[in-house]
C-alpha cells in the first residue's frame, strides 16, 4: 500500500486548498477513504471519509460545511477540497484506506502527509 497526499500549502485565513491522494491499493474502488490530519502537539484526528460507492460522506464537526471529500477511482485517487479556511486547520494532512468501512479505525500503513498551513 502505497499513499502520496500532495496539494498543501501556504493560505491566508479565509482561502481554499484542493488536496489530492494518490493510492497504490488493489481494488481502489472497493475500499472506503478518509482523510486524517495532525497539528502540532496533538493526535492525529479523522477529518473526513467517503464510502466506495461515494453515496456516504462524513465529516468531523469542525470541517463541516467547509471541506468537501470526493474520490476518482479510475485514478484510485481521493480529494479533499478545503474552504473558508482557518488557523486551527494547521496541520499535517494524510489519507488512508478504512479497510472495514466508514466509522472504523483506519489501515496501519501512513503514508507521506501534506502541510497545510493557515496565516491569520
Known amino acids: 500500500v502505497q499513499l502520496q497526499a500532495s496539494g498543501g500549502g501556504t493560505v491566508q485565513a479565509g482561502g481554499s486548498l484542493r488536496l489530492s491522494c494518490a493510492a497504490s491499493i488493489r481494488n481502489f474502488s472497493r475500499y472506503s477513504m478518509g482523510w486524517f490530519r495532525q497539528a502540532p502537539g496533538k493526535e492525529r484526528e479523522f477529518v473526513a471519509g467517503i464510502n466506495w460507492g461515494r453515496g456516504d460522506l462524513r465529516y468531523a464537526d469542525s470541517v463541516k460545511g467547509r471541506f468537501t471529500i470526493s474520490r476518482d477511482n479510475a485514478k484510485n485517487t481521493v480529494y479533499l477540497q478545503m474552504n473558508s479556511l482557518k488557523p486551527e486547520d494547521t496541520a499535517v494532512y494524510y489519507c488512508?484506506?478504512?479497510?472495514?468501512?466508514?466509522?472504523?479505525?483506519?489501515?496501519?500503513?501512513w503514508g507521506q502527509g501534506t502541510l497545510v498551513t493557515v496565516s491569520s
Open positions: 488512508n484506506v478504512l479497510p472495514r468501512g466508514l466509522g472504523q479505525p483506519p489501515g496501519d500503513h
